[in-house]
């Protein structure tokens, strides 16, 4: 399918980025930007596209035709360019498109750049104040610099997250909750420091080098805990045991298993709470009524909070809660999200046709701009604007179609 590039929020139209990278982070980036309003190109070779267009992890089913949906995920919004980067002509179209970019992404590490000359001297020596973007697993310095790396490896094992969420008697540590968890988070990282370079760019006509890693990214989710570590003198920082917590700041179970999860740390909730939940008295009793009362006695207050919520359901609780003023959420499915009021009234997830003609349902960005609501599109069928883009940097017809027989192009 043909995806336009016009965007209920353009604050980057105008603005071209070169997109050559594949998997996760890069990729994120690139979608954001062509979200924002970018005219995105995504860069694949012409006989092995991106992985992700076949890819479909966790039990999702491959697409009998088009593109999987992890591919849409990750390059929404963006035109697809098939160009051959071993063939010297290929390279040569891609350098001519650089030449009308403003940001040219990439996820290759330094060697392949190198071997394929689209490292940053190659591009800056086409168009000088281009902003570079780039990724790596472990940052571009240190014994493990030239070391590939995913976000389960560097994000998620490295940087700390996975031994905090695992018990220390598990078998293994925990897993990752979703596929590219880490190169989400990454990727919108990646993508806000090119916005800030493009700013320095117009204040000061300078291109930059713009880095992120995985291992750095996982460290800033982690850097609360990175630091309170480093101040107790420990490897780790764990919450204390359940029971010996403030009891408005845990999940609990329901009458049907499900869980809410309540988080009301200030002392002024609980009468609140009391009064909503049917227990008056609470407020009034010396080992509840205040909050060092309840610190001091937690684990019978957990109890208590506990044998209430175990007797009405889900549905109950959020229908008593929504009477309180104390912040609270249900602890939702993920595919509960599509019919959740809030994500419907404030537009966070989009039906979009993708390039085989289903219809998926896609994450709005975590940022909203004037109350504008975005107009997320699907990626684009390989190669789809290979044409149109090289029309655009000057290439005729004739051109093209040799390009085409030279195998320097789709």
Same mark, same amino acid.
């Given at each position: 399918m043909v995806v336009g590039r016009e965007s209920a929020v353009d604050i980057l139209k105008g603005f071209r980025v070169l997109d050559v990278s594949s998997h996760g982070v890069v990729p994120m980036a690139g979608s954001i930007l062509a979200d924002w309003g970018a005219d995105v190109i995504k860069v694949e070779d012409p006989e092995q596209p991106d992985l992700t267009r076949g890819g479909t992890p966790w039990g999702v089913p491959p697409p009998e035709r088009g593109s999987g949906h992890l591919y849409h995920v990750f390059n929404r919004g963006k035109r697809s360019a098939a160009i051959n980067l071993k063939n010297e002509r290929g390279r040569e179209v891609l350098l001519r498109i650089a030449e009308t970019s403003d940001v040219f992404l990439t996820s290759f590490l330094s060697g392949v750049r190198r071997?394929?000359?689209? +490292? @940053?001297?190659?591009?800056?020596?086409?168009? $000088? =104040?281009?902003?570079?973007?780039? =990724?790596?697993?472990?940052?571009?310095?240190?014994? *493990?610099?030239?070391?590939?790396?995913?976000?389960?490896?560097?994000?998620?094992?490295? $940087?700390? @997250?996975?031994?905090?969420?695992?018990a220390p008697d598990q078998a293994v540590p925990t897993t990752m909750p979703a596929p590219a968890f880490g190169d989400s988070q990454t990727g919108f990282a990646l993508a806000s420091g090119v916005i800030a370079a493009l700013l320095h760019r117009?204040?000061?006509?300078?291109?930059?080098?713009? +880095?992120?890693?995985?291992? =750095?990214?996982?460290?800033?989710?982690?850097?609360?805990?990175?630091?309170?570590?480093?101040?107790? #003198?420990?490897?780790?920082?764990?919450?204390?045991?359940?029971?010996?917590?403030?009891?408005?700041?845990?999940?609990?179970?329901?009458?049907?298993?499900? *869980?809410?999860?309540?988080?009301? !740390?200030?002392?002024?909730?609980?009468?609140? %709470?009391?009064?909503?939940?049917?227990? /008056?008295?609470?407020?009034?009793?010396?080992?509840?009524?205040?909050?060092?009362?309840? +610190?001091? =006695?937690?684990?019978?207050? &957990?109890?208590? @909070?506990? +044998?209430? %919520?175990?007797?009405?359901?889900?549905?109950?609780?959020?229908?008593?809660?929504?009477?309180?003023?104390?912040? %609270?959420?249900?602890? !939702?499915?993920? #595919?509960?999200?599509?019919?959740?009021? !809030? &994500?419907? $009234?404030?537009?966070?997830?989009?039906?979009?046709?993708?390039?085989?003609?289903?219809?998926?349902?896609? @994450?709005?960005? /975590?940022?909203? %701009?004037?109350? $504008?609501?975005?107009?997320t599109r699907s990626g684009s069928a390989h190669g789809a604007h290979t044409d149109e883009v090289l029309a655009e940097v000057g290439y005729n017809m004739d051109e093209i179609i040799q390009l085409k027989v030279d195998g320097a192009i789709l």
């Open positions: 071997r394929l000359g689209i +490292d @940053v001297d190659d591009i800056r020596a086409r168009r $000088a =104040n281009i902003i570079y973007g780039r =990724n790596t697993g472990r940052g571009t310095k240190g014994p *493990f610099a030239e070391l590939g790396g995913f976000d389960a490896t560097s994000y998620w094992s490295r $940087a700390g @997250v996975a031994a905090a969420t695992s117009e204040r000061t006509g300078k291109g930059m080098v713009v +880095d992120t890693s995985l291992l =750095n990214s996982g460290m800033w989710a982690m850097q609360t805990a990175i630091v309170g570590a480093t101040l107790l #003198g420990t490897e780790e920082m764990r919450r204390p045991p359940r029971g010996s917590s403030a009891p408005l700041v845990n999940s609990y179970r329901t009458k049907d298993g499900r *869980f809410v999860h309540l988080c009301m !740390q200030q002392q002024h909730y609980w009468p609140s %709470f009391c009064d909503a939940v049917g227990r /008056p008295e609470w407020k009034e009793d010396p080992r509840l009524a205040t909050h060092e009362a309840r +610190d001091e =006695n937690g684990a019978y207050c &957990v109890k208590l @909070v506990e +044998d209430l %919520f175990a007797k009405r359901t889900l549905a109950e609780w959020k229908e008593v809660l929504a009477g309180q003023r104390g912040p %609270f959420d249900p602890v !939702q499915k993920v #595919g509960e999200l599509v019919n959740d009021p !809030q &994500v419907v $009234a404030n537009g966070y997830m989009a039906d979009v046709e993708d390039d085989a003609g289903r219809t998926l349902s896609l @994450v709005a960005p /975590p940022v909203q %701009f004037d109350g $504008a609501r975005y107009e």
